[in-house]
């Protein structure tokens, strides 16, 4: 049971009388601690209670992961970010290592990233993404607020079912398939860049006027086109000024985004010059 | 009833899948929604004022008093958030990522590898490749795996992922593509579903058996 409660009016919070209080003195006494504080806003108890609630990540936080992937990248970056220490195990997915019988124990489809956080199993990036700037991030990482989480979310939507979906059509069958890419292929991506373009407004950021997981969605997806040179990213003026800030500001991006991109990039024209 | 003057107006159509999600979930929590009846096929969609809107012209599109939100599983999250109870997108952490993973492997993996085995037929005059149905059937497998020992797709309560999948579940089982005796957990939610979801057959089992005969139709004329 989680050891910090609310009272029922919602507005203090209060010790449950476990005997390893996390911040009374070690010499005190083992029984009944409490510590009540009183007539605080709501909001703030609830917050409060969450806070104390969470147990840093005890063991670390483990990801199974490949540079290659954008997806695992957007993790990696928002950890570093955030300055959560991820246990970091580099999987191939190409040489079958995500088919152990460990992995699909841990992750029955086998894919990347994969997180462990102290037993808990969870993939999806998107949803890890959520997961760690909700569990151990800042709060504007991932609003509460019903409609400003909302945007964020239709960014980490349309970054799975439309701008990464419309840029793989144009590589995947040339680096995996049968090289045939339909014709309509780079001018869907292009609409799917323009789309993008348009969400920024006024803003600095993909979801708005703060950084939010979909900036970290984002960056890898828009760092892999890049990096294939398929489209010339100078038509979209604030894309490319917040790409450059993504560059320039978060943490680690040339070893966590950076190379894993042009590494895929290199990869893709390869296939296609040969 | 919203807040704002207005009631939630929903743009949809019975066909699609995401949509009826957000009709059943609406219906579910007792939101009043303005349904607005929009037919991509006949390009309601592309209307000055539908791009005004959503730029992106997809289906549904959410009007909440002039907060305009596509992307039926941000809608969903939006609407159980702001109108709905806390256990339908609870707010701790690692169950909300349960529900996420869901709404995620719904449209990236689920739904993703159901349109494989039928949008080629139904608008590209295409076939559907040969592994199409067997990537279906390993992807409902998996769904049946998720349900562990709970009754819910995400967990032991309800959820907006329930919704999410119950749309895409139903219009798998209308076209006949694959058949869901391999899954029992599957069969016995989705009765569950039916029986339990307000409005489900208006809103959600009417629209799937449409689609489902719509691409029963394409099927045949391909193999003519």
């Not at chain 1, 190409?94 to 460990?102: K, V």
């Amino acid at each position: 049971m989680s050891p910090w409660q609310l009272t029922p009016e919602g507005n203090a919070i209060v010790w449950c009388g476990c005997p390893a209080p996390p911040i009374c003195p070690p010499s005190g006494p083992a029984s009944v601690h409490s510590l009540v504080l009183l007539r605080i806003e709501r909001s703030a108890a609830q917050s409060l209670r969450t806070v104390l609630n969470s147990k840093p990540a005890a063991m670390g936080v483990d990801l199974y992961y490949m540079d290659l992937s954008a997806p695992c990248r957007s993790v990696m970056l928002l950890a570093k970010a955030i300055g959560l220490e991820l246990n970091l195990k580099v999987t191939n997915i190409m040489t079958g290592e995500t088919r152990t019988p460990e992995f699909i124990k841990m992750n029955p489809q086998h894919c990347l990233p994969t997180m462990d956080d102290d037993g808990f199993k969870l993939w999806e990036s998107r949803a890890i993404l959520s997961y760690l700037a909700s569990k151990y991030g800042p709060a504007h990482l991932y609003p509460s607020d019903p409609k400003e989480r909302a945007v964020v979310d239709q960014r980490l939507y349309f970054d799975m079912g439309t701008l990464y979906e419309r840029f793989g059509k144009c590589v995947y069958p040339l680096m995996f398939g049968d090289g045939k890419i339909a014709d309509n292929a780079l001018d869907n991506l292009k609409e799917a860049l323009g789309w993008l373009e348009g969400f920024f407004g006024d803003n600095q950021f993909v979801a708005g006027p703060k950084q939010t997981v979909a900036d970290f969605a984002i960056a890898s997806t828009v760092a892999t086109i890049e990096a294939c040179e398929l489209v010339d990213l100078a038509a979209y003026p604030k894309l490319s000024a917040w790409l450059a800030a993504c560059k320039t500001d978060m943490p680690g991006y040339a070893e966590l985004n950076g190379q894993g991109a042009t590494a895929f990039g290199g990869f893709y024209k390869a296939k296609l010059n040969a | 009833m919203a807040d704002g003057s207005k009631p939630v107006e929903l743009h949809y159509m019975p066909l699609s899948a995401p949509c009826r999600s957000v009709l059943l979930l609406a219906k579910s929590i007792g939101l009043q929604l303005t349904p607005k009846l929009c037919n991509v096929l006949a390009g309601d969609n592309r209307t000055q004022h539908y791009l005004q809107m959503n730029p992106q012209h997809t289906i549904p599109t959410m009007d909440d008093n002039g907060f305009y939100l596509w992307e039926s599983r941000a809608i969903l999250g939006y609407l159980a958030s702001k109108y709905g109870p806390a256990h339908l997108y609870p707010s701790d952490p690692k169950e909300r990522a349960v529900v996420d993973q869901r709404l995620y492997f719904d449209m990236g993996t689920l739904y993703e590898r159901f349109a494989k085995c039928t949008i080629p037929l139904m608008f590209g005059n295409r076939p559907v490749e040969e592994d199409a149905i067997p990537k279906l059937n390993e992807a409902l497998g998996w769904l049946e795996g998720f349900f562990g020992d709970n009754q819910y797709v995400a967990g032991p309560k309800q959820t907006v992922a329930d919704f999410s999948l119950a749309s895409t579940i139903a219009t798998i089982e209308a076209s006949e593509v694959t058949d869901f005796m391999p899954y029992p957990k599957l069969r016995a939610w989705l009765a569950s579903c039916k029986a339990e979801m307000p409005g489900y057959a208006e809103l959600n089992d009417d629209g799937a058996k449409s689609f489902g005969e719509l691409y029963k139709q394409a099927k045949a004329k391909a193999s003519a």
